[in-house]
């Protein structure tokens, strides 16, 4: 039965139709895989976020085997009633020390971390400077927390401290925050210059590594890691649902700061906490960061070869430096029509319009991991080569 009150929606979708805009989910029916079968059809994978192979690392799924047979499957209550089960706390223990930091706290992805830290910790009397390409969970964080936002241009640093110095009366705390790596992009922060700016202007200083851990940094320790800034940043975020493999957000802070979020970060007080499975693999994957480096070697070496090769086919990979790499299209419908088109050929990589990114620079996104061939990456590159040929985007 048609619903008049529901109407507007399938208008809205309908529009989306009309503008090729609408997407359908890629069903995924094998493990998360360089090579992977999506929708029936074998393709190389170029749109996982499993930079080291981890989904799948044998470690890692014994130990969500042996969580389950020995804690269950559900931790059954929020941290704060009676779901903190001390799995919980050993994975809290192993990321702090990991990143050299005095405490962290786990939430249930790198979405709640973001919007229940920035929400939790400000209000309405605080200013949030934030650059303009940061991550929608920063943007819902700062919206919920209600204080002011200023945001400046991508990595402008001039405007950025023409921001800070506008605020120099200012009487409520500043918060400036930033993702370490931008997940359309693939360009990495000016943290040593935010960093100096936060503390010129007496800023509270955050970053978003979701895209940087185990990714950038001595073992995969981030973006402040990567740049030397231990005890500058105040407050490191990263995912678990990335690099590492499973699921899950955390933050690094002091302990105070942690303990602070224990009292007053709404997804940590009000949604269950991860099931023990999820914890044990999270433990396990943080061994594997110290005692395998050559998956974070391999990871750098097969993104040098392939962003090399984009480019050497004529590809615009726009500011990447990291192991996404976007091939810039411009037009929406374009890149739908490539990555469908793409996918067709035993290729996936996403097509990336407006919203996710700004009118007019929409793109499809590649990302390489560790555990892709010489040989599918050669084999996508020619396959991207025809098609993008075909379309007249090269
Ligand atoms: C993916 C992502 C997140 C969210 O992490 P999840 O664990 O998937 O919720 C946050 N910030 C950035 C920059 C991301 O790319």
């Not at 939430?107 to 934030?130: H, M, P, R, Y």
């Amino acid at each position: 039965m048609p619903k008049a009150q529901l109407q507007y929606l399938t208008d809205e979708l309908n529009n989306l139709r009309e503008q090729k805009l609408y997407q359908k989910l890629r069903i995924l029916q094998t493990e998360q895989l360089p090579v992977s079968t999506f929708d029936g059809r074998e393709v190389i994978n170029l749109s996982s976020n499993n930079y080291l192979g981890l989904t799948t690392h044998p470690r890692l799924r014994q130990r969500a085997i042996e969580a389950t047979e020995k804690y269950g499957v559900g931790s059954g209550a929020v941290r704060t009633i009676a779901g903190t089960m001390s799995i919980h706390m050993e994975l809290e223990e192993k990321i702090a020390t990991f990143k050299h930091v005095e405490a962290s706290v786990v939430f249930q992805s790198g979405f709640t971390a973001n919007a229940g830290t920035v929400s939790a910790i400000l209000g309405k009397e605080d200013v949030i400077i934030s650059d303009a390409l940061n991550h929608a969970s920063i943007i819902d964080g700062c919206r919920l927390s209600r204080a002011e936002i200023k945001v400046f241009p991508h990595k402008d640093m001039t405007a950025c401290e023409d921001v800070l110095k506008s605020l120099e009366n200012h009487k409520g705390h500043k918060l400036l925050i930033t993702d370490g790596v931008f997940s359309m992009d693939g360009d990495i922060a000016p943290l040593p210059q935010l960093v100096e700016l936060a503390e010129k202007y007496g800023c509270i200083m955050m970053i978003d590594d979701a895209h940087s851990s185990g990714v950038l940094g001595r073992n995969g320790r981030g973006t402040v890691d990567h740049f030397q800034l231990h005890g500058r940043v105040d407050i490191q975020v990263g995912t678990l649902s990335k690099a590492i493999g499973a699921l899950g957000g955390y933050v690094c802070a002091t302990r105070d700061t942690i303990d602070f979020l224990y009292h007053r970060a709404r997804p940590f007080l009000f949604s269950t906490s991860h099931p023990p499975s999820v914890a044990a693999s999270c433990i396990a994957a943080f061994e594997v960061l110290d005692e395998e480096p050559q998956l974070i070697e391999k990871l750098w070496s097969n993104t040098r070869f392939f962003k090399a090769g984009l480019q050497k086919l004529g590809f615009d990979t726009g500011m990447s430096e990291t192991p996404i790499t976007p091939v810039m299209v411009g037009d929406a419908a374009l890149a739908h029509e490539f990555s469908r088109q793409l996918f067709q050929n035993g290729v996936f990589a996403m097509g990336i319009g407006f919203p996710t990114v700004p009118k007019g620079k929409a793109r499809i996104r590649t990302i390489v991991t560790a555990t892709h061939t010489e040989d599918e990456l050669k084999k996508a590159l020619d396959i991207m080569s025809a098609v993008a040929r075909q379309l007249s985007i090269i």
